[in-house]
């Protein structure tokens, strides 16, 4: 006999991991485009490959100023912001007017971030009461991607030094775990110490600025393998037999980059780094023939970990910190809206007074709520925004206007509370404490 029982329910699968976020920086001329291709391509072809397919990688360009890029990206900055048009307007260089594309980019993390949030963060499947079909396969494009990356202009300076930089890594890192990959040209960094030196300072201000994991990539390893500039990370005593070296051709008359007083210099430098090189995860690549791709991704799944044990806690006590922060703004708001005193709302004979400005005005832009803001600040510090009872004023002594105000919030109270007897009495209490 066959059963008549319900076909049964498909249980929601639990969401996989989210995807990890893979930001390329690196110095001007260092590869971090042709890097960014040929590992967007990497991955597009592992995708392909897998059984069952898989989605490819979610790409941002964040180049502003760049004419094309080698990849399709998912979100270009060049379809929000006009860079020509902002060096125009605002009278700028290459350099300023690339800082300021990204800073007004950033003026719009919110929707980038809901976009990620929306294509990228798994999901939890919804009940189905029919069973699925045994032969079909997921199709990638309702899938989420394993990694996003982010390819970023050449002015480094955007990450060191400028505001963008901070906010669009701190709301990427509050979603996702994000790594940083540090791109090096590596025949240019290890033509001479004082380079190799300058490009470290830079990684080392980028990871303690960002405070992210951060992988050194470097490239170009079909030009100039790797080895002597990971030589001269681990060991000090190797780095400083070369400053040596370059000191003794300089008073050869050579072209050294380490003579006089950078010798010393340098070789304090890298008694310092030693700790910082300790705390790095080190990967040559070529972005020409794609040597080294799967063994940063390797490395990409390590600091991901990393991110979730030492970087993720820290960034979960700052969310809920300023989510507590931002309640506490919505409280006092709602607080300031819900004022029924005469002295408040203007009412009574305190209406004569002309209302302050922050009263009458509301804010269009940022540095017009900055202003409004300050003049509240010194309204309650002056007493500009209340009015003194006279001392020969009594106590209770307010005139028929006000009278009447009090009347029409006593009724308001009264048929708010269910026009209770109790309740309104309490309200009536309240007023006249609070008018007195």
């Known amino acids: 006999m066959a059963s008549s029982a319900a076909p049964p329910t498909n249980p929601s699968t639990p ?35 897998a059984s069952p397919p898989t989605a490819p990688p979610y790409v941002l360009n964040l180049d502003p100023a760049v004419r094309s890029v080698p990849f399709e990206s998912n979100i270009d900055i060049r379809d929000s912001v006009n860079y020509k048009e902002v060096m ?25 971030m809901g976009i990620l949030e929306k294509r990228c963060l798994p999901q939890p499947a919804a009940p189905s009461t029919t069973a699925p079909a045994p032969t079909s396969t997921p199709d990638p494009a309702s899938q989420t991607p394993e990694h996003i990356i982010l390819d970023t202009p050449g002015q480094i300076e955007v990450f060191v030094w400028s505001a963008s930089g901070s906010i669009l890594l701190s709301a990427l890192s509050t979603s996702f775990p994000t790594v940083l990959a540090y791109i090096i040209d590596t025949p240019r960094t290890t033509q001479n110490t004082a380079t190799f030196m300058s490009n470290m300072l830079y990684a080392i201000s980028i990871l303690y600025k960002t405070r992210l994991p951060m992988i050194l990539v470097f490239n170009k390893t079909d030009v100039k393998d790797e080895t ?51 705390h790095l995860s080190v990967v040559g690549v070529s972005a020409a023939t794609g040597d080294g791709i799967e063994e940063f991704l390797e490395a990409v799944e390590g600091k991901r970990e990393e991110f979730d044990k030492e970087f993720r806690p820290g960034m979960d006590d700052r969310k809920a ?90 009724a308001r109270y009264a048929q708010a509370l269910g026009k209770s007897g109790g309740a309104a009495d309490m309200a009536s209490e309240y007023i006249r404490r609070t008018q007195g």
């Not at 930001?23 to 391509?41: D, I, P, Y």
């Not at 605002?90 to 690339?98: A, M, R, S, V």
């Not at 005593?237 to 010393?264: D, K, L």
Request: net charge negative; with cysteine; aromatic share 6%.
């Open 15 to 49: 969401p996989s991991k989210p995807p990890v976020a893979i930001v390329c920086v690196g110095m001007a001329g260092s590869g971090k485009t042709t890097f960014t291709h040929r590992l967007v391509s990497h991955l597009h072809n592992r995708a392909a490959a």
């Open 88 to 112: 125009k307007q605002y009278n700028l260089g290459p350099n300023g007017g690339i800082l300021t594309s990204l800073n007004l980019f950033a003026t719009k993390v919110d929707q980038v």
């Open 228 to 278: 002597e500039a990971v030589g001269w990370m681990r060991d000090f005593e190797t780095f400083q037999a070369a400053v040596r070296e370059e000191e003794e051709g300089e008073r050869e008359g050579g072209i050294g980059g380490g003579g006089g007083y950078m010798g010393g210099l340098l070789n304090s430098m890298s008694l310092v780094l030693e700790e910082f090189y300790a």
């Open 321 to 410: 910190e300023l989510k507590k922060e931002r309640e506490q703004a919505d409280l006092g708001r709602m607080m300031g809206d819900l004022g029924v005193s005469s002295k408040a709302k203007g009412t009574g004979k305190y209406s004569k007074r002309p209302a302050p400005k922050h009263e009458v005005e509301e804010a269009e832009t940022v540095s017009e709520a900055e202003e409004l803001e300050e003049e509240r600040r010194r309204e309650r510090e002056d007493g500009d925004g209340w009015v003194e009872r006279d001392e020969d004023e009594p106590v209770g002594g307010e005139d028929d206007e006000d009278e009447g105000g009090k009347e029409g919030l006593q």
